[in-house]
């Protein structure tokens, strides 16, 4: 493809593809540093206990043991944090720091750190401390959390409730009091976690002759830690550089502050060497944030022709013993409540939000904030609709979608939407699926007694958040990105910028975006992510915003430096720069497309031969950008999935037979890419509908801690994806883009959950609980 064509829109491979098959990648994890040590650390074994006394002169004088650090020894070193942001009023989580102090709030909670020459003789040394702990009272469910005679999750607080809000339009007691039907049901959504393919991992590296601390981290946000890592330990800033290297992947789990995190740092600033920490599976399912634990009652109310007037809508959120900072475990609740019913014309809402603390693992913000949820109830109470008043799925949908003629529109809960595409999608959907088609065939195998079912899903997701979204709140995280894109003197272009890369394939994108500005191909684009000393300041990647507002920023850099180029062009050949453009590596004619001068002799000779040019002419091959959104707080994409699946009624197994989804995420920038986000979307939203739970007794204790134990979908277990696109560019930016990487989790689940009610419609049996397990199937059945 010659640079004459558009890349943006074009599919391309990821840049790092290539990299990483032939296993060159580079992970915190294959980083090897002069006088490294390794960090393990002791943990609770119980829930909830105060620490009567700790021994550890035998781990101490263990061989390879460097040194032990207790919180008396250690937590001095750092300010401790708070989860709280200033805008969700009222809300209260207990000061946190780096290693137990007096109490243990969780199985897992970090108690004793040991550093010695290898992991392995750290990890010998633990099995030397001596920890009594005097057991507590756990509180494990968060319905229990909430009674008068409940013990308190932690003694930093004043109550289980970290937070609670009520969103309410003022005539929706009259709504449901006049509606011809109102339908409901209560909801069950169970805690799961990330399993990156690497675990957490950092290097932290203190150099005392100079004052500066280098983290290597495996970080969706090395700006964010930049930032905790220098005001908790009292350094400078610029005294302060985050490298976050090939990352194997986050799904949000890597972008909240951790104990042994900050542990590690700390350590480092102690001892004056570098300090690794490398999370093993235990630790990372008993020590990274596990996402979702809602419990749900919801109801909606709908006028005789089976139009939506209302809904009403109860949350629970179970958070653990802490609010994650700094970006708090209140917001994946916030954006259940405010996203339900968000794809219908639904003049009154009420949302009440209740987020509860108890003795487990800390959740918090994971891939689809509160989509999953907010999708699951909305589509499951549209099914229940359709069912009573023998409408079909499509049909009510159709009646009630927010009508793609009708914006810009707010919705019941204060979102606003600038364009969506809901009615084209479901239409789109319809035919891509063959409805007709599956319906009939459906039909045919339920008088073989053969349940199969069909499930739809619409849905709105989040992405581009504006400046408000984090900032409003005190939290120090960026909405605005960076980058620098600068002309080398051999005429390659170079890009550092802001936004992060984990896998997804921001680096691929950005070249795409930068080589339409400068008229070259993007192998030509060097793009340079996730150092702190070496790109500009930004907020790096999360909420869907890489290609959205990185894009955009890279695309204004891009311009900015042709512009430049242009201008020295004319200076060189003595023309008028509107009369000239860039193509194929070089500045050419505008008119014929003639080339005039290539870009590595302009390089040459604005770099080596400056001299040469006319006085006052600026030879600079340099531009910088930064932007942050300014039109609607948030971009917001939607689409519409859906499922079909087989139940095996004897033994409760369903069988994902395929799965389709039509997305509209804004001008499209790679094809390939984006695809690839939906699938492994979908297959995150279907992994904790029918697999994955973190399950814990009623002491607290996870009882499936391990990968032997707790399912993760495999391939063989996924349907075949098809994906669609409607394209519905945003207007608040050049580039037009949209986030789309949790587009495939926000609606994945609440299709399976339909199609597998679907099938069960028959036999009178209906399930609302996830992960829909055999044994769930089952009990719904009534076989157990």
């Known amino acids: 493809m010659t640079s004459e064509k558009a890349h943006i829109g074009q599919s391309y491979r990821r840049e790092s593809a290539l990299r990483h098959l032939s296993g060159r990648g580079q992970f915190v994890t294959d980083l090897a540093l002069p006088r490294m040590l390794h960090a393990a650390f002791v943990r609770s074994p119980m829930a909830r206990g105060k620490i009567v006394e700790l021994g550890v002169d035998d781990a101490a004088g263990s061989p390879g043991v460097v040194r032990v650090f207790t919180a008396e020894t250690l937590n001095g070193k750092c300010e401790p944090w708070i989860g709280t942001l200033d805008h969700f009023a009222n809300m209260q989580s207990s000061t946190q720091n780096m290693l137990a102090d007096g109490e243990v709030l969780w199985v897992g909670h970090p108690v004793v750190m040991i550093v010695a020459h290898s992991r392995a003789e750290a990890e010998d040394a633990c099995e030397l401390v001596m920890m009594d702990i005097e057991d507590d009272m756990a509180v494990v469910d968060g319905n229990a959390a909430l009674m008068a005679d409940s013990p308190l999750a932690s003694s930093g607080i004043s109550s289980n409730m970290c937070f609670q809000t009520v969103l309410e339009t003022p005539d929706l007691e009259s709504a449901f009091a006049q509606a011809a039907h109102v339908v409901e049901g209560n909801f069950n959504f169970g805690r799961h976690t990330a399993v990156t393919l690497e675990p957490r991992a950092i290097i932290a590296d203190f150099d005392r002759s100079t004052g500066q601390l280098n983290v290597h981290h495996g970080t969706q946000t090395p700006y964010q830690f930049q930032d905790v890592y220098a005001r908790h330990f009292g350094l400078s800033e610029g005294k302060v550089r985050v490298i976050a290297p090939d990352v194997g992947g986050s799904f949000g789990m890597k972008l909240h502050v951790y104990n042994e995190e900050m542990a590690t740092v700390a350590a480092s600033l102690t001892i004056g060497r570098p300090v690794r920490f490398v999370a093993d599976r235990l630790e990372s399912f008993v020590s990274d944030i596990h996402a979702r634990d809602h419990r749900v009652s919801a109801r909606m109310a709908l006028d005789a022709d089976g139009t939506i007037v209302a809904m009403d809508v109860d949350d629970m959120t179970q958070i653990g013993a802490f609010s994650t900072y700094p970006r708090t475990s209140v917001a994946e609740g916030n954006q259940v409540i405010r996203l339900m019913g968000a794809p219908y014309r639904m003049p009154d809402y009420r949302g009440r939000l209740s987020v509860v603390f108890q003795n487990k693992v800390q959740t918090s913000q994971y891939r689809a904030v509160g989509h999953p949820i907010a999708c699951a109830v909305t589509e499951a109470l549209v099914e229940y609709a359709a069912e009573k008043l023998e409408l079909d799925p499509f049909e009510i949908r159709q009646r009630n979608l927010i009508a793609d003629d009708a914006y810009p529109h707010t919705s019941a809960t204060g979102y606003q939407f600038e364009k969506l595409s809901h009615q084209a999608s479901l239409e789109k959907l319809r035919a891509l699926m063959r409805y007709d088609t599956l319906r009939d065939e459906q039909a045919t195998l339920r008088k073989q007694g053969v349940y199969r079912g069909i499930g739809i899903a619409t849905f709105v997701e989040i992405t581009n958040p504006g400046a408000t979204f984090y900032g409003v709140g005190g939290a120090r995280i960026s909405a605005q990105d960076g980058a620098v894109v600068r002309l080398t003197p051999a005429g390659d272009v170079h890009c550092a910028i802001s936004v992060t890369e984990q896998g997804q394939g921001t680096e691929t994108i950005i070249a795409q975006v930068v080589a339409d500005q400068l008229g070259v191909t993007p192998d030509k684009v060097k793009v340079v992510t996730g150092d702190t000393d070496t790109t500009p300041s ?152 029918f697999f994955e739970e973190c399950l814990y007794d009623d002491i607290g204790q996870m009882t499936n801690a391990t990968l032997a134990e707790y399912l993760v979908p495999m391939a063989g277990e996924m349907p075949d994806i098809e994906i669609a696109h409607i394209e519905t560019p945003t207007l608040d930016t050049i580039l037009g883009a949209k986030g789309v990487g949790e587009a495939g989790t926000a609606a994945a689940g609440a299709a399976a959950m339909n199609a597998v009610n679907d099938a069960l419609r028959p036999l009178g049996a209906r399930i609302s609980q996830t992960p829909m397990t055999p044994l769930r199937i089952l009990k719904a059945l009534g076989h157990v």
Not at 651 to 679: A, F, M
């Open 538 to 689: 930004g907020g790096a990647t999360w909420a869907c915003r890489g290609a959205g507002i990185g894009g955009e920023t890279a695309l204004r850099a891009g311009r900015k430096l042709q512009a430049q180029i242009l201008t020295l062009a004319g200076e060189i050949l003595q023309a008028d720069p509107t009369h000239l453009k860039l193509a194929n590596g070089a500045v050419v004619d505008a008119t014929t497309g003639n080339e005039r001068i290539t870009l590595a002799e302009i390089g040459r000779i604005a770099t080596y031969r400056p001299d040469t040019l006319p006085n006052g002419c600026d030879n600079s091959l340099t531009a910088a950008q930064h932007f942050a959104p300014s039109g609607y707080p948030f971009d917001f994409t939607n689409g519409v999935q859906a499922s079909y699946v087989e139940v095996d009624i004897e033994t409760g197994i369903t069988r994902l037979l395929k799965h389709w989804v039509v997305e509209d995420c804004g001008r499209i920038i790679n094809p390939l890419l984006v695809d690839e986000q939906i699938r492994g979307g979908v297959v995150q939203g279907l992994g904790p509908a």
